[in-house]
């Protein structure tokens, strides 16, 4: 299946309504399998798009910047209930059109007064300005 899309107004396909809103998933196996386009698809190579994410390195380093900074000022614990036992920590899939974990209770500390004196700093600090407006941008 591909990814999801959503109509954003009412289409007549053929003797078909699809109402405004609804969600269209593409069987892209069927499109390229269709026989009056590839007679034996099996014995052709052909493509459908590029097979890599282009932000695929960019994805890559935010999430490794984010547990690195996230890991040098917390401590990551598992919870505990009420009677001061750890509570196992029990990893489950939710299955969908991008599997994701299911929730789970977890404790997070900061490692020392330091981190917690550099949150207050940072939220005192004014924002910072931007400079966007500064580019003229024009499309060609």
Known sequence: MGLAHK????IMYGNYLIPKGSYL???LWWFLNDPKE???PSEIAFGYG???CAGRFFADQSVYITVFQLLAAFDIRKAKDVHGNEIPVVLKAI???VNRSAPFE???EPRS????ELRRIESEQPPEISHASLFNVSTV
């Open 7 to 10: 109509s954003e107004e009412y």
């Open 25 to 27: 998933l593409p069987s």
């Open 38 to 40: 590839y007679p034996d």
């Open 50 to 52: 590029r097979r890599s």
């Open 95 to 97: 299955p969908g059109m």
């Open 106 to 108: 977890f404790k997070l």
């Open 113 to 116: 007064q330091h981190h917690i």
